[in-house]
């Protein structure tokens, strides 16, 4: 029991010091064999979805940056550059 919340501290602490190594890290299937399945089952999708939501938020900011430029360059007509 010890050496299972030794190797549980080290990993907060890994977590902690360099979060996306650690993210990195689980993500290798080598990595993710190696946890037992208690564990590795919760985690994946807990990873999955930060993952999802993370680019879920972007791809809304995205669209709202492209929206506003649309209506910008809507509202700003034609003018013609050369003289």
């Known amino acids: 029991m010890a050496k299972l919340q030794e190797g549980f501290n080290r990993i907060l602490d890994m977590a902690h010091r360099d979060p996306q190594s650690f993210f990195n890290a689980l993500l290798r299937p080598a990595a993710l064999s190696q946890l037992p399945a208690s564990i590795k089952n919760p985690l994946t999708s807990i990873l999955k979805e930060s993952l999802a939501l993370s680019l879920h938020s972007v791809f ?24």
């Open 60 to 83: 809304l900011t995205a669209c709202l940056i492209s929206l506003v430029g649309m209506v910008v360059a809507f509202f700003l007509g034609r003018e013609r550059l050369s003289g």
